[in-house]
């Protein structure tokens, strides 16, 4: 197999890619990350740019590698590359008895793995990585009890899957163009949205750039390349696609990333996006938090196969199955898919495997459907924050100390941000109605003398804090 390797390998590797050919080799040789490609799974290959640079060649050496399996000289020149023929009548399973295994570099007490390969991350690095998970961790339990308490209408938090949030933010550049679904705030706060703009959303005011239109949580800011969170789920995959598309036709060093959960994929437009991303090379990331619920749905009855990871392959996307409660996988996974997509012009698909230990929202109590038992045990034994704070202080980068003044600064600075936003008046009711056209169209016209028709024959029943 390991001459098969490097067979291939030489006769693909591509004078101008050299450098990124062998980087990636060596981690897909190594015990580290494999990105599955359009391959089978069974046969390890060389991470390869020949689809895209050498489809002659790799037409070829398939037909070799059909050779040596079947029928000698027989096959179909079929559009898309020579099909050996075979005179043995197989089915291909369903799925492949052996799961599509998860890489990791940091176990559960936060160590490294033996020989595991993964991009270097430095101690300043480490220390934002960490004081950002903290930070969300912080955001959520506050803003949390806020809705508790009837201050906002709606609240949902990231609990358990702060790694994927924020190592996946640290890996990109804030040129690449986020496309989120609706549970990764952390990305937003990674790149400089401050707690006073989370709290200004929150609350709906007249600081909120959605004008408080939006539900809570439908995040958005032009100025950090965030796209609005919008709720519809998983029509932000084709949308980043087309994004993406439009940073290659710009020639842009950057892609566009855009993040789903298990229950987004068996919507039609994750494969539309799948597709489309494929067949158009768009330099586009899909990073799938697959945290085992989509609401009361378990990943079961969601499908059949073996996870997320797998799809990419039908599609001829390169795929990648990560531990997403180890923050170093995540981060390594995130810079080398970003590599890829840039370099290369062609998407990559991340299957996260992480867990959702809040309830899905405020709306939702999960003890209804799954055991409080199989919560606590993610909560605790597998949280992703403390196992990458146990590998920061193990290097000597943290201190008690350092924990304590942290989480005091963020609460105070998240308390002043709740009181500011609590206060700021709301946008008008006329706001509901413009920004969509240039000028206001003849039915909203009509919608919204209706409105004031009933606000005021029923003045109670409308908040008395909106202006009119
Ligand atoms: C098209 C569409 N169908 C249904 C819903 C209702 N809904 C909101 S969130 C959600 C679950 C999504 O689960 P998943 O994608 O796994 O993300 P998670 O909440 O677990 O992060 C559903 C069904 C929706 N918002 N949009």
Redesign the pocket.
């Known amino acids: 197999m390991a001459s098969l390797l490097l067979r291939r390998s030489k006769t693909l590797l591509v004078p101008n890619h050299q450098h990124l050919q062998s980087k990636l080799a060596s981690l897909l040789l190594g015990s580290g990350s494999t990105f599955i490609n359009r391959h089978s799974s069974s046969q390890p290959f060389v991470a390869s740019s020949s689809r895209y640079e050498s489809t002659k060649a790799q037409a070829q050496l398939d037909l070799q590698h059909v050779i040596h399996d079947d029928h000698h000289d027989q096959f179909i020149d079929f559009p898309g590359g020579k099909v050996g023929f075979t005179s043995e009548m197989r089915f291909i399973s369903d799925a492949s008895h052996k799961r599509v295994p998860c890489y990791r570099v940091l176990d559960e007490d936060g160590e490294p793995m033996k020989h595991t390969n993964h991009v270097q991350v430095s101690k300043e690095m480490a220390v934002r990585m960490y004081s950002e998970m903290v930070t969300l961790q912080t955001m959520d339990s506050i803003f949390y009890e806020v809705q508790r308490q009837g201050r906002i209408s709606f609240y949902l938090t990231s609990m358990g899957e702060e790694a994927v949030n924020i190592a996946s933010a640290a890996a990109l550049s804030s040129d690449d163009i986020i496309l989120p679904?609706?549970?990764e705030p952390g990305v937003l706060l990674w790149r400089g949205f401050t707690l006073q703009q989370f709290a200004h959303q929150l609350f709906g005011n007249t600081n909120d750039f959605g004008k408080g239109r939006q539900m809570p949580i439908h995040y958005g800011s032009n100025n950090h390349n965030y796209f609005t969170v919008s709720?519809?789920?998983?029509?932000q995959l084709p949308q980043a696609v087309g994004a993406a598309y439009s940073l290659k036709m710009d020639g842009k060093s950057a892609c566009a990333v855009t993040f789903?959960?298990?229950?987004?994929?068996s919507?039609g437009d994750f494969h539309a996006g799948m597709n489309f991303a494929a067949v158009m090379e768009a330099p586009v990331i899909f990073i799938c938090?697959n945290?085992g619920?989509?609401?009361s749905?378990p990943v079961e009855e969601q499908f059949r196969s073996d996870g997320i990871v797998v799809k990419g392959q039908a599609y001829g996307i390169w795929s990648i199955r990560v531990d997403g409660n180890d923050a170093l996988a995540v981060y390594s996974a995130v810079h080398t898919a970003r590599e890829i997509a840039i370099k290369e012009q062609r998407p990559v698909l991340i299957e996260a495997l992480s867990y959702?230990v809040g309830h899905?929202s405020t709306s939702d109590d999960s003890t209804k459907y799954r055991p409080i038992d199989e919560i606590e045990y993610w909560k605790m034994e597998r949280n992703p924050v403390n196992r990458f704070k146990k590998w920061v202080e193990r290097n000597g980068w943290w201190s008690d100390k350092d924990e304590l003044e942290l989480r005091s600064s963020v609460r105070k600075q998240l308390m002043q941000a709740i009181q500011v936003a609590e206060k700021a008046q709301k946008p008008p009711l006329e706001d509901m109605f413009t920004d969509v056209y240039d000028k206001l169209s003849s039915n909203l016209e009509e919608q919204e003398r209706e409105l004031r028709k009933v606000i005021e024959k029923h003045p109670k029943d409308y908040p008395s804090d909106v202006p009119l």
């Open positions: 679904q609706y549970r709720s519809p789920i998983a029509t789903c959960g298990d229950g987004g994929t919507e938090r945290n619920w989509a609401i749905t959702r899905h």
